[in-house]
């Protein structure tokens, strides 16, 4: 009892010094979190998580790109979207945003099928390492600045923070930790089936309702409809209900619930 008790005492005397500013949050709820369409009390806790977030994490901004307050406000946010209903234990575990004010360039070796080693340079809008930095693109994090791609269910700070999620169990392969109530083969069964449906539609250059990106990989797969989960749960639901509820079950949130509930007011 005395050590919950210590607990919320601590956390609400961090609350009281480093609490997002109201001015800069309202900025944020304006400009990035509209179309989540939280409640007050949604609201509340994102903003607690999310000045938790930025005095935990480490801001870099990367060949002299310099941060501001709102910038780091709305990735902490968006970021902290993910793990509203668990717990920001998930992000324990590595310290750094890395940002970049564009498009950004990393070097890697590719094997090909024959096994030969290829050097290659590769253009990123974002990435997230295992145990090390998130880094992204600002121009591409931006709130509104590409509005067709986020009208098509595209977030590059929702897409790296569920590569973190991701990658808890130990390696990126869309098999983030589940809950215990929650089955582990129902989730490998209908992910699978969406994932090689998926596959069968490009291959056939039929129509897809995922971005044909989620097809490189099952980590790939995992994140691009962790976008869609957030930003159009109504498609999502629509064409794979099972894939959404198992979505829903992880996440703990009902998106489309709270998309409902708004259009009826």
């Known amino acids: 009892m005395w050590l919950q008790q210590f607990k919320r005492w601590r956390k609400q005397r961090f609350l009281r010094r480093k609490r997002i500013p109201e001015k800069l949050w309202?900025?944020?709820i304006n400009n990035a979190l509209k179309h989540y369409r939280l409640n007050n009390g949604e609201l509340l806790r994102l903003r607690e998580l999310s000045s938790l977030f930025l005095d935990k994490k480490i801001f870099i901004g990367a060949n002299d790109f310099q941060l501001d307050d709102y910038q780091r406000c709305v990735i902490a946010a968006t970021a902290c979207m993910l793990i509203l209903n668990l717990d920001f234990e998930y992000y324990d575990g590595w310290l750094e945003v890395i940002v970049y004010e564009g498009p950004f360039i990393v070097h890697r070796e590719v094997t090909d099928a024959e096994g030969v080693v290829h050097e290659q340079d590769a253009v990123l809008d974002g990435e997230a390492w295992a145990r090390g930095p998130?880094?992204?693109?600002?121009?591409e994090a931006e709130p509104g600045k590409h509005c067709n791609r986020h009208a098509a269910g595209s977030n590059v700070i929702l897409h790296e923070f569920a590569h973190k999620l991701d990658i808890l169990n130990g390696a990126a392969d869309g098999m983030p930790p589940l809950h215990s109530d929650m089955s582990r083969k129902s989730w490998i069964k209908i992910l699978t089936?969406?994932?090689e449906e998926l596959e069968l539609n490009i291959e056939q250059h039929h129509k897809t309702h995922i971005d044909p990106y989620a097809a490189e990989n099952p980590a790939e797969f995992?994140?691009?409809i962790s976008e869609l989960f957030f930003l159009l749960p109504e498609r999502l639901q629509y064409y794979y209900p099972q894939m959404y509820q198992q979505l829903s079950l992880f996440y703990k949130q009902d998106p489309l619930k709270r998309l409902r509930l708004t259009s009826a007011r």
């Open 26 to 28: 309202q900025k944020v």
């Open 134 to 139: 998130v880094i992204l693109s600002w121009d």
């Open 193 to 195: 089936r969406v994932y």
């Open 222 to 224: 995992f994140a691009v």
